[in-house]
């Protein structure tokens, strides 16, 4: 079992892999991709495509083929989710709100690509897992947005892809594009299981933006699920949430 | 005289029907978030700048070797509260980020509001004690965080 954290693209970033035939290589590969990413897509590294792009020193045509990838997908995702996800802002932009997914996605791929296949990748707390742990299946808590000792939900999953977007923690924020200067208030954590990472994070971000009607949202994508806690310590869950969930 | 009386007892175990369901709905929400103190003020902090690797980029992520040991970083203000982090090593890796502080800054609302759409379920929320082996939650990417921790581990390369 190899297993390792290391602060990258300015979050932990653990991976664990359970596989007999890991090694430090393996590790070292998934780590070196964040890095490579943080360097194109930075918005804080004065040297990253992403902010030579931003001050007009380069053109979109000029741009790297992942720089270009993440924009096309970028525009996928505002037009599938109705304008709520959107990573122009005040006239630049920031496309970290689709990178981190997308990066966790490639990250978890080296590692499939590498023969292994119990693992996970968790970038800030939105997770891809494959395989399973020891006898038992991935258990991924739900962390408690009112008390972040705490654990409000256990679920127990493989080849899924985990993401949650909230506000438990000042300083994040998702805003609602269409009311930038209003904060969202009334839901704290919308979590969404989905079939990869990088589909889970960028519809947990764009159902957050939406605020309560983010849950309805999620529950008219077929083949995601999701658990919204709100500002009154309730939970709605959308109707196949449950099969995630360990029965103890 | 008769149907006067039948109707007051009618209405009488209604009521006392009513106080008891309404007594048990009451009890079967618990509240769950226990000590917040703080209220919520809505004042964001500032957009932390990602200090990841602030230096000047390399390709590659040399593999870092800490000492073994638990390294507590320094208390941090996060405006909102103080926060503090505690990285544990073994083997020269980090396996663990703890909390030494964390403020409980979320102030509970009273008001129970049910979400009304057939199929969703509603309920309230409520701490579970199994054992996992990750957890999904909203990123910390706070400055206060970013610098307790990077504290906790130069004192791990030290």
């Excluded at chain 1, 999953?157 to 209003?182: L, W």
């Excluded at chain 2, 000590?35 to 690797?53: E, L, M």
Aim: with cysteine; net charge negative; proline share 4%.
């Amino acid at each position: 079992m190899m297993k390792d954290t290391r602060l990258l693209m300015g979050m932990p970033i653990t991976i664990e892999i359970c596989d007999s035939s890991a090694t430090q290589k393996h590790l070292d590969m998934a780590f070196d991709y964040f890095q490579t990413v943080d360097e194109i897509f930075s918005t804080y590294r004065d040297s990253s495509e992403i902010s030579r792009l931003n001050r007009g020193e380069l053109r979109i045509e000029q741009c790297s083929e992942e720089v270009r990838e993440i924009l096309a997908l970028s525009e996928q995702t505002r037009r599938e989710t109705n304008g709520y996800f959107n990573i122009e802002h005040d006239g630049s932009l920031d496309p970290s709100g689709i990178v981190k997914g997308w990066a966790i996605f490639h990250a978890a791929n080296l590692l499939r690509e590498a023969g292994l296949h119990d693992y996970y990748v968790d970038a800030g707390g939105d997770i891809q897992v494959a395989g399973q742990k020891d006898d038992h299946l991935w258990r991924i808590g739900i962390r408690n947005p009112f008390n972040r000792y705490e654990n409000v939900k256990v679920l127990s999953v493989t080849d899924v892809g985990v993401a949650t977007s909230g506000t438990a923690i000042r300083g994040q924020h998702i805003y609602n594009p269409f009311q930038p200067n209003v904060q969202i208030v009334d839901i704290l954590s919308l979590t969404v299981v989905g079939p990869n990472i990088y589909e889970a994070d960028r519809f947990a971000t764009a159902a957050f933006a939406m605020g309560r009607r983010g849950i309805r949202f999620i529950e008219d994508l077929p083949g995601f699920e999701g658990y919204m806690i709100d500002s009154d310590a309730r939970a709605t869950y959308t109707s196949g949430f449950e099969r995630y969930v360990l029965s103890v | 005289m008769r149907k006067v009386t039948v109707a007051a007892v009618i209405i009488g175990v209604f009521i006392i029907y009513s106080l008891l369901y309404h007594q048990s709905n009451a009890s079967a929400l618990p509240p769950l978030a226990s000590n917040n103190t703080r209220p919520a003020t809505s004042v964001p902090t500032a957009t932390p700048p990602i200090a990841a690797s602030g230096t000047s980029p390399t390709s590659t992520t040399t593999p870092t070797h800490y000492k073994d040991g638990s390294y507590t970083g320094s208390v941090a203000d996060a405006q909102w509260g103080y926060v503090q982090v505690k990285a544990v090593v073994k083997n020269g890796k980090i396996v663990d980020v703890q909390w030494v502080q964390y403020p409980n800054d979320r102030s509970r609302s009273i008001m129970i509001n049910q979400y009304a759409d057939p199929q969703l379920t509603s309920e309230a929320i409520q701490a579970q004690s199994a054992q996992v082996d990750i957890v999904t939650g909203a990123t910390d990417s706070s400055m206060a965080f970013i610098q307790s921790l990077s504290d906790a581990l130069t004192s791990a390369k030290a």
